[in-house]
């Protein structure tokens, strides 16, 4: 015989296991994405290929290429020898306001 006690184990290890398994799933087809991504070099033909895209932007595009620091070059404190920079990185977001008195957007 099977106590409640059992049962109710049982079927929380099977829901936990299907969620895991669904939000692995979910990551494992963005990494496939980035991984068929085009790959372009930095250099100075890319604000071109940017501005020939399809409304200026590239989803998932892999840049390749020497990058410069700004003013220093970022160590990692937990692994020897990995180095990055920080990106200036501009976000422009446009949003619609309902406008109550003149009941339009």
């Known amino acids: 015989p099977i106590t409640p006690g059992e049962l109710l184990c049982l079927g929380s290890s099977l829901a936990f296991s299907g969620l895991f398994y669904y939000l692995y799933k979910k990551k ?30 590239l989803p998932y595009v892999a840049l390749e290429g020497i990058v410069l620091p700004a003013k220093a070059v970022l160590t990692s404190h937990y692994h020897e020898g990995l180095q990055g920079v920080i990106q200036k990185l501009l976000v422009k977001e446009h949003r619609l306001i309902w406008n109550s008195l003149a009941r339009s957007w």
């Open 28 to 57: 494992a087809k963005v990494m496939a994405r980035i991984q068929e991504a085009p790959k372009l070099q930095v250099d100075d033909d890319l604000p071109g290929v940017v501005s020939a895209a399809d409304g200026r932007c």
